[in-house]
């Protein structure tokens, strides 16, 4: 089954509160077209940190192997898999080119697990730009980051 994933990410402040958004788009079996919207907020955290969250997020509501093709504004999220970054980093150690320690492992560690048992492409499209999907997942992220039920990102505090 061909799942269409669409993310986005937000932070009040960065850091700052903050919040994603994704919505994944299938057709059942019976070719009936269905949308599943989630989000979540935290207290503290980074836009990277809720780009990447949206990604997991929706890949982790799946119950069963699926192509999905994953829509993201996020050049950091995209780029790390079209360009092969996560590669580089993973064959140096979690070192970026620099040697520095590449941000969010934890997240990155968590997203390639999550990975694993499906077959993923990555499209870049351009926030802002009027796509509904995408708009529907910044209004969700940002609604999320703007709430009060705030869950405290754990690995971001870990990595102060």
Not at 125 to 143: F, I, M, Y
Request: glycine share 8%; aromatic share 8%; with cysteine.
């Amino acid at each position: 089954m061909r799942v269409d994933i669409y993310t986005d990410g937000a932070a009040r402040g960065n850091p700052g509160r903050g919040g994603y958004g994704s919505v994944l788009c299938y057709q059942s079996p019976s070719g009936k077209t269905h949308m599943l919207e989630l989000s979540r907020g935290y207290q503290c955290t980074t836009n990277n940190r809720m780009e990447l969250m949206g990604v997991i997020a929706a890949i982790e509501a799946l119950k069963q192997p699926c192509e999905l093709v994953v829509h993201s504004d996020s050049q950091y999220v995209v780029r790390a898999f079209t360009e092969r970054w996560i590669d580089a980093w993973q064959a140096k150690g979690w070192k970026t080119a620099s040697k520095q320690p590449v941000k969010n492992v934890d997240l990155w560690k968590r997203l390639l697990a999550v990975m694993n048992q499906h077959e993923v492409r990555f499209v870049w499209v351009k926030g802002h730009a009027g796509h509904p999907l995408n708009e529907r997942c910044d209004s969700l992220a940002t609604q999320a980051a703007d709430g009060d039920e705030l869950l405290v990102d754990t690995g971001f505090r870990a990595e102060m």
